[in-house]
Every structure is written in C-alpha cells, then in structure tokens.
C-alpha cells in the first residue's frame, strides 16, 4: 500500500475480529514507530505491548466509562502502550531547547503515526485512546519515574471496514505567508 493511499484511507477501529496479530506483524508495526524522526534523534519514545486479557482490561478501567474505546482496550488482541522518556526530547545539556519545554509528545506522536499508518497498511485497525487515566496506567505497567505513559492503542484486524470521516478543507488549515 502506497503511504498516500494509508493516510487517506486509516481510520479509528473500535471493534477488532476475534483473530490474533501475529509477532512478525507486531514487530514490523513497532519498526515503523522506530524509525520516526525525532528532536535531535533522541526516540524518546518506549512502548509496552498488553496482550495478557486481564491486563487490558485494567486498562480499560481506566479509561473513563462514556469514552468509545474502551471498549476496544479489552476486545483488541494487542494493547500498544505509547509511552516517552521525559527530559531529552528537547533538551540541550539539561535545559530545555525551546519556551515549549519538553517535546516528548511531539515526538511520540511522530512515532505513533507511522506505527497507525504502517498498522493499517498491515490490514490492522487501531484507534488512539489518550482520555484515560494517566497516572494509573503508568503505575499498572510498572514504568520508571523518568517514563510516562501517554495513550493506549488497541491493534488488531478490524470485525468491519472504517467508514470514511470528513476532512475540513485545504482552506480552512492553511494560510499562506501569514494568519491574515
């Protein structure tokens, strides 16, 4: 699948067919995420893959109970849990490059988008679930003080094909030269 025809065609799933991803699959998924740019080549970026059933669905009680899917965190055959090492991603000798400060979800979400992209070129379906609890899915996975755990991402073949959402137009997300 052309890179152009994965970005115009990936949308969110929600609902995954009770099939397992394959490691060989998982692992070119997880290639695509590494291979992202990052500030100053620092991939930041660390993932944990859930595949244990009562893991998931800790993390989905997590998420709160109106959010689509959380559904999907328990249903998906694997949970890839997008996290970052914090203080480096745009940095420079301990300090912070940029009035930004910290870039690591800048950077994590480079990575997530290839790793969505590749995933669906793949024929996987994933959806990002960033409304959950933050704080209690980094202390579920065990993560290190230095680490945090930012969103969750189910991955498995979708139960059905995605129906296309609208785009807003060229016009109204870019301006030429200036605002005005």
Not at 117 to 137: N, P, S
Not at 147 to 155: C, H, R
Request: charge should be positive; proline fraction near 7%.
């Amino acid at each position: 699948m052309d890179v152009f025809e994965a970005m115009r065609e990936r949308r969110s799933v929600r609902r995954y067919a009770d099939r397992p991803v394959e490691d060989t699959t998982l692992e070119r998924v997880l290639e695509a995420a590494r291979q992202a740019p990052s500030w100053a080549n620092t991939q930041c970026w660390r993932f944990v893959v859930v595949r244990d059933p009562q893991t998931k669905q800790r993390i989905a009680e997590a998420t709160p109970e109106g959010n689509p899917g959380r559904k999907a965190l328990a249903q998906a055959p694997v949970v890839i849990c997008a996290c970052a090492q914090t203080g480096v991603s745009g940095f420079f000798n301990g300090k912070a490059s940029t009035a930004l400060g910290d870039w690591f979800l800048f950077d994590l979400g480079l990575a997530m988008s290839q790793l969505t992209l590749a995933a669906h070129a793949l024929g996987l379906g994933t959806v990002h679930v960033g409304l959950i609890d933050t704080v209690k899915v980094g202390e579920l996975l065990g993560l290190p003080a230095d680490v945090k755990f930012v969103e969750a991402v189910p991955l498995g073949y979708p139960e059905k094909p995605s129906k296309p959402t609208p785009r807003k137009s060229p016009a109204e997300l870019v301006k030429q030269e200036r605002w005005s």
